[in-house]
């Protein structure tokens, strides 16, 4: 549905800010010049229709100025909303410095959060996951994170390394499995099959081969998922918690599905 036009004729505040526009702006790396030009013009703005409503209202104790009230109230209730984001805008971080910001608070701060788990022994008669304890490592900056799920089921712990790479509007989920000494990447990526089925549901591409690396003398096979984001991601909060919950119960069906290999390791 369109935004309707009141009867003067000025737009709707929604038909002039709305939370895609912010975002799309927040993308843009704003001069310093053109930031202050565009306070002082809302600043401007404000105070000539502050200014009007103002002086027709203080005349109505004897003659009001219907028109001067009327033009002023228009003009506040049509600009008030875009100053203030104006206002905002002007004095919040834009462009490449605010998309840093964003990956690295996700990284950093939402994703572990998500990532925990406390069930409490409810969930032990079906098998799931009980507690998820989350260790992590994050470089200001960057734009990748490690991190080590240990996951108590039944008494049992285990414990799985994961790598999270995201590149604004990609994310690539690296999930590293203990390889056992006679199986091959085909025999590992079986026990997973479950796991990748949900994930390959939410939109996750796995990669067709599972490298192999060797950590601290411990062989490891690579499972990689990638996975497109909106372009709007990392300016929707709803979008990032969905992302990061969605994230938890794919890391957890992983380490449900490859319990035995994690307990040999």
């Known amino acids: 549905?369109?935004?309707?036009?009141?009867?003067?004729?000025?737009?709707?505040?929604?038909?002039?800010?709305?939370?895609?526009?912010?975002?799309?702006l927040r993308q843009l790396?704003?001069?310093?010049?053109?930031?202050?030009?565009?306070?002082?013009?809302?600043?401007?703005?404000?105070?000539?229709g502050g200014w009007l409503a103002f002086d027709g209202w203080r005349h109505c104790t004897a003659a009001c100025d219907e028109k001067a009230?009327?033009?002023?109230?228009?003009?506040?209730?049509?600009?008030?909303?875009?100053a203030l984001v104006v206002v905002y805008l002007a004095f919040a971080e834009t462009g490449v410095k605010a998309l840093t910001r964003k990956i690295?608070?996700?990284?950093?701060?939402?994703?572990?959060?998500?990532?925990?788990?406390?069930?409490?022994?409810?969930?032990?008669?079906?098998?799931?996951?009980?507690?998820?304890?989350?260790s992590w490592r994050f470089v200001?900056?960057?734009?990748?994170?490690?991190?080590?799920?240990?996951a108590t089921r039944g008494?049992?712990?285990?414990?799985?390394?994961?790598?999270?790479e995201l590149n604004v509007a990609k994310v690539n989920v690296v999930f590293f499995v203990p390889a056992p000494a006679k199986a091959d990447a085909a025999e590992v990526r079986?026990?997973?099959?479950?796991?990748?089925?949900?994930?390959a549901h939410e939109g996750y591409v796995f990669d067709d081969a599972m490298s192999e690396v060797t950590v601290d003398e411990q062989r490891y096979h690579r499972l990689i998922a990638r996975k497109r984001l909106p372009d709007n991601f990392l300016w929707d909060p709803a979008l990032k918690l969905h992302f990061a919950q969605d994230l938890r119960m794919f890391?957890?069906?992983?380490?449900?599905?490859?319990w035995k290999l994690l307990e040999k390791a």
């Open 1 to 24: 549905m369109e935004d309707k036009k009141d009867e003067g004729g000025l737009a709707g505040p929604s038909a002039i800010v709305n939370p895609g526009m912010i975002g799309q």
């Open 29 to 48: 790396s704003i001069p310093l010049g053109a930031r202050i030009a565009a306070v002082v013009l809302a600043v401007v703005v404000l105070a000539v």
């Open 69 to 82: 009230l009327e033009s002023g109230t228009r003009i506040l209730a049509a600009t008030i909303l875009p």
């Open 104 to 134: 690295g608070e996700l990284l950093n701060r939402t994703l572990p959060e998500a990532l925990k788990e406390s069930a409490g022994e409810d969930f032990a008669v079906a098998g799931e996951i009980e507690k998820c304890l989350v």
């Open 140 to 150: 200001d900056g960057s734009h990748r994170a490690r991190y080590r799920l240990t």
């Open 155 to 164: 008494g049992d712990a285990v414990a799985m390394n994961m790598l999270v």
């Open 190 to 199: 079986g026990y997973l099959r479950e796991a990748m089925a949900g994930a």
């Open 251 to 258: 890391a957890h069906a992983v380490i449900a599905d490859a």
